[in-house]
């Protein structure tokens, strides 16, 4: 495995990989070994055009823990703004040595250029582009239902078959969603997507994933899990009418509130990307309720990371012949 772009290019034995070996480095973690030193040498570049909080110190954590050196770009305060190309800036990071660069970008399909352009001799990690994949927060979303539904034990080798996951919210201007969908079908999950028909994109009945303009209907069916997803206002064109329905009628038909945490069965779990719009997709006592796991998926983040950058730099031995066409 050369990059790490979509969860659409992961088969089960990848994709079981990376969770097992997260898996190996959150148990280093919780044995207070803070810093492994397999990474020693070897440098990662965040290249960032979008802002970010989690993905962001997750991955320069997760580079650290692995004693690599990192280098932080943003793109705010940067050449970008005087015009400087993805290009130019790609070939300027890669003179400085970039063994792995993680990208978030606005466009979509910006990371596969970056990982086929030639610009940058390095792993190319997609840290989330425009509205179509954020492959590592599905694996750290996957990661955390992988741990609740297995208890505190050693999950090695298990997978989510069976498991059944509301996704809810706004799928339209979600990787989020797209990643997670990909990702939790190739693991054996059932997932349904609930959204008004104006935050559902065109094509979405080819996805491999039941679809519902219900959400208390969909409770009713009790699900393991539902991941609320951020309504992305700054995505929404205010020459289209914005954000229809509006935001009192969205939280009324899909909000997550305590009368729908309640009536959720009583092992499910809430799970939400970050950053929450408290009030709108997720009320402040469902966000704060122990049965969130959401300051959880954030830690795991972390362990996921660290897994990503070992398997891309040091130890992706036996996932070569299995890597897909897109990702290399
Ligand atoms: N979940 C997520 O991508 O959050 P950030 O935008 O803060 O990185």
Same mark, same amino acid.
């Given at each position: 495995?050369?990059?790490?772009?979509?969860?659409?290019?992961?088969?089960h034995?990848?994709a079981v990989?990376?969770l097992d070996?997260a898996g190996?480095?959150a148990?280093?973690?919780?044995?207070?070994?803070?810093?492994?030193? %397999?990474?020693?040498?070897?440098?990662?570049?965040?290249?960032? #055009? =979008?802002?970010?909080?989690?993905?962001?110190?997750? #991955?320069?954590?997760?580079?650290?823990?692995?004693?690599?050196?990192?280098?932080? #770009?943003?793109?705010?305060?940067?050449?970008?703004?005087?015009? =400087?190309?993805?290009?130019?800036?790609?070939?300027?990071?890669?003179?400085?040595?970039?063994? *792995?660069?993680?990208?978030?970008?606005? *466009?979509?399909?910006?990371?596969?250029?970056?990982?086929?352009?030639?610009?940058?001799?390095?792993?190319?990690?997609?840290? /989330?582009? /425009? %509205?179509?994949?954020?492959?590592?927060?599905a694996l750290l979303d996957a990661f955390t239902l992988r741990r609740h539904l297995s208890g505190p034990g050693d999950v090695t080798g298990r997978d989510l078959a069976g498991l059944r996951v509301a996704?809810? !919210?706004?799928?339209?201007?979600?990787?989020?969603?797209?990643?997670n969908?990909?990702l939790l079908h190739t693991l054996g999950a059932d997932v349904?997507?609930?959204?008004?028909?104006?935050?559902?994109?065109?094509?979405?009945?080819?996805?491999?994933?039941?679809?519902?303009?219900?959400?208390?209907?969909?409770?009713? %069916?009790k699900p393991d899990a539902i991941m609320?997803?951020?309504?992305?206002?700054?995505?929404?064109?205010?020459?289209?009418?914005?954000? #229809?329905?509006?935001?009192?009628?969205?939280?009324?038909?899909?909000?997550?509130?305590?009368?729908?945490?309640? *009536?959720m069965p009583e092992h499910a779990i809430v799970l939400?990307? /970050?950053?929450?719009?408290?009030?709108?997709?997720?009320?402040?006592?469902?966000?704060?309720?122990?049965r969130a796991v959401?300051?959880e998926q954030?830690?795991n !983040?972390?362990a996921v990371?660290?897994?990503?950058?070992?398997?891309?730099?040091?130890?992706?031995? /036996?996932?070569?012949?299995?890597?897909?066409?897109?990702?290399?």
């Amino acid at each position: 495995m050369k990059h790490l772009l979509s969860t659409g290019s992961l088969s089960h034995k990848q994709a079981v990989r990376i969770l097992d070996t997260a898996g190996q480095m959150a148990a280093t973690q919780a044995r207070e070994i803070k810093k492994l030193p %397999t990474l020693r040498g070897r440098t990662v570049v965040n290249l960032f #055009f =979008e802002d970010s909080t989690r993905t962001r110190i997750s #991955f320069e954590t997760a580079a650290k823990r692995l004693s690599a050196d990192v280098i932080n #770009f943003s793109a705010k305060g940067s050449s970008v703004s005087k015009g =400087e190309s993805l290009k130019d800036t790609a070939l300027t990071l890669q003179a400085m040595g970039a063994d *792995a660069v993680v990208i978030r970008h606005h *466009a979509s399909g910006a990371p596969h250029t970056l990982a086929h352009s030639g610009w940058t001799h390095g792993a190319v990690i997609n840290a /989330g582009d /425009g %509205t179509h994949q954020h492959p590592t927060q599905a694996l750290l979303d996957a990661f955390t239902l992988r741990r609740h539904l297995s208890g505190p034990g050693d999950v090695t080798g298990r997978d989510l078959a069976g498991l059944r996951v509301a996704i809810v !919210g706004d799928v339209l201007h979600s990787r989020v969603a797209r990643s997670n969908v990909q990702l939790l079908h190739t693991l054996g999950a059932d997932v349904t997507l609930v959204a008004p028909p104006t935050l559902l994109p065109v094509g979405v009945d080819a996805w491999p994933a039941a679809v519902s303009y219900h959400l208390d209907e969909v409770i009713d %069916t009790k699900p393991d899990a539902i991941m609320m997803l951020r309504v992305q206002r700054e995505r929404m064109s205010s020459a289209g009418g914005g954000f #229809f329905p509006s935001p009192l009628e969205y939280t009324r038909g899909y909000g997550l509130d305590a009368r729908r945490l309640a *009536a959720m069965p009583e092992h499910a779990i809430v799970l939400h990307p /970050g950053p929450m719009n408290r009030g709108l997709e997720i009320s402040a006592d469902a966000a704060d309720s122990p049965r969130a796991v959401i300051v959880e998926q954030v830690a795991n !983040g972390v362990a996921v990371r660290m897994a990503v950058l070992y398997l891309l730099l040091a130890g992706s031995e /036996g996932t070569q012949d299995e890597t897909r066409h897109d990702q290399t």
